[in-house]
């Protein structure tokens, strides 16, 4: 990643984080990624971001996963092993939306086991 796409990277985190009203010490809290990687991150500082890290940002935040992987240049779809997210990534979808999907495909297998 170039200098510029690890900036463009770092401000849409930041960007999101501020949407949610958390400051970085929050973000890690809810991530268990520590403040001091975000703010270098935030700053642009990152042109390897680990892409475990980015991708579990990108569903805390609900930020677009399109967006980040077209940053990353489609690096983070390789980190997308968790079906939820390979959701979003697939059909663009929001956090909540996602959370619909589970809940009703949820629904479908606790009535196929009560049959």
Do not use: N
């Amino acid at each position: 990643m170039k200098d510029v796409q690890a900036k463009r990277l770092g401000q849409l985190v930041a960007k999101a984080r501020k949407k949610q009203g958390w400051s970085q010490r929050q973000l890690e809290i809810r991530t268990g990624i520590p403040h001091t990687w975000l703010a270098e991150l935030e700053r642009g500082h990152y042109r390897q971001p680990a892409p475990d890290r980015i991708a579990l940002l990108v569903d805390v935040l609900g930020m677009s996963i399109r967006q980040v992987d077209q940053i990353l240049g489609g690096s983070l779809e390789t980190a997308l092993l968790d079906w939820k997210r390979v959701l979003r990534l697939t059909f663009d979808l929001t956090a909540e939306e996602t959370q619909r999907v589970e809940e009703f495909v949820m629904a479908l297998v606790r009535e196929e086991r009560d049959r």
